[in-house]
T-cell receptor, first 116, second 110 residues
Framework: GAGVSQSPRYKVAKRGQDVALRCDPI?????LFWYQQALGQGPEFLTY????????KSGLPSDRFFAERPEGSVSTLKIQRTQQEDSAVYLC??????????????FGPGTRLTVL | GQNIDQPTEMTATEGAIVQINCTYQ??????LFWYQQHAGEAPTFLSY????GLEEKGRFSSFLSRSKGYSYLLLKELQMKDSASYLC???????????FGTGTRLTVIP
């Protein structure tokens, strides 16, 4: 596919369960971002990868959140011991280059996580 | 720190023109983005402004005033499909990610 894909599109978890969210970026894109979007809000930054290196994880809300991109392409966001406040849409975005400025990010459709 | 303000909701009539405003505070300005997001879908890129002035792209135009910390998105000849959230964003200071506003939910009515 030509765009960013994410799976699953919807995930329901019981409080305390672990979840894993997958992102397939556009092929060849160096940069990969994870954002969290609460209902009625804009996306909030979680973490950033340049190839396989996680260069910025300042937005991760707690140590229950972990992300990896071991081969510099597919990325997984893992949330351990999910809590109700983790309920949100998790968006993945990728961009071709590293430089800031006109660094258009291409977003996936997101995974809607609901924690009961 | 950074801050972005935009109206939460707007309503406009099909065929009309609507202006969505965005004010921002950021250090080291490096451009401003507008994204469109339909409910349940991915945000999609609309425009990027780094210089003052108006940039037109079909029915959509985006304006920037760096001295005022102000931008707007202008949508002409509104169509029902334009009902969506419009997100204003700036690159985070010293980072590669985007800092988003809360978004403006536009409803186009017949």
């Amino acid at each position: 596919g030509a765009g960013v894909s994410q799976s699953p599109r919807y995930k329901v978890a019981k409080r305390g369960q672990d979840v894993a969210l997958r992102c397939d970026p556009i092929s060849g894109h160096v940069s990969l971002f994870w954002y969290q979007q609460a209902l009625g809000q804009g996306p909030e930054f979680l973490t950033y990868f340049q190839n396989e290196a996680q260069l910025d994880k300042s937005g991760l809300p707690s140590d229950r959140f972990f992300a990896e991109r071991p081969e510099g392409s597919v990325s997984t966001l893992k949330i351990q011991r999910t809590q109700q406040e983790d309920s949100a849409v998790y968006l993945c975005a990728s961009s071709l280059v590293v430089a800031s400025g006109n660094n258009e990010q291409f977003f996936g459709p997101g995974t809607r996580l609901t924690v009961l | 720190g950074q801050n972005i303000d935009q109206p939460t909701e707007m309503t406009a009539t099909e065929g009309a023109i609507v202006q969505i405003n965005c004010t921002y505070q950021t250090s080291g300005f490096n451009g401003l983005f507008w994204y469109q997001q339909h409910a349940g879908e991915a945000p999609t890129f609309l425009s990027y402004n780094v210089l003052d002035g108006l940039e037109e792209k079909g029915r959509f135009s985006s304006f920037l005033s760096r001295s005022k910390g102000y931008s707007y998105l202008l949508l002409k000849e509104l169509q029902m499909k334009d009902s969506a959230s419009y997100l204003c964003a700036v690159p985070s200071t010293g980072a590669n990610n985007l800092f988003f506003g809360t978004g403006t939910r536009l409803t186009v009515i017949p």
